[in-house]
């Protein structure tokens, strides 16, 4: 192997990362100011152990060093009543397994009107197939859907 440096010794033990955004940077900021308040309250064992992360990142979320998943902030929004800015933890899917068609069903379509659906195209496609092209007019919450 070539190493650009004399030695093995020489490299580095760890490079860095993808740099943080600002909006991240603020992040870690608020939630290094709220886990710290659940550090004094409960304790970092405890804290860890509620959000199911280990104590090294919680340490690390407190120093305001890393950025914790979704799912983290959600639980913290759950558990402890957290607000997190410019984040709907609510909004956050967690994956499953789809096991039956009747699963997939989408939250939105219980807000779908007959209106809101426009077929755009029907045709065959080969032997035994039809292609059906739909526009879905999605309102956004208390907005009017524009006709035609």
């Given at each position: 192997m070539h190493y650009p440096l004399k030695s093995r010794r020489e490299l580095p033990l760890k490079t860095d990362g993808r740099k943080h955004t600002y909006s991240e940077r603020c992040l870690m900021a608020r939630v290094a100011e709220e886990f710290k308040k659940k550090k004094k309250d409960l304790g970092a064992k405890k804290a860890a152990k509620e959000l199911n992360v280990s104590l090294a990142s919680f340490y690390n979320y407190v120093a305001g060093t890393d950025l914790p998943r979704m799912r983290v902030l959600r639980d913290a929004s759950k558990k402890w009543g957290i607000k997190w800015p410019w984040i709907d933890t609510s909004e956050v899917v967690r994956a499953q397994n789809v096991r039956t068609p009747e699963q997939?069903?989408?939250?939105?379509?219980?807000?779908?009107?007959?209106?809101?659906?426009?077929?755009?195209?029907?045709?065959?496609?080969?032997?035994?197939?039809?292609?059906?092209k739909l526009r879905i007019h999605f309102r956004a919450s208390g907005a009017k859907i524009r006709s035609k």
């Open positions: 997939l069903a989408f939250s939105f379509l219980d807000r779908l009107r007959e209106e809101d659906v426009e077929i755009v195209h029907i045709g065959p496609v080969g032997s035994g197939m039809l292609d059906v």
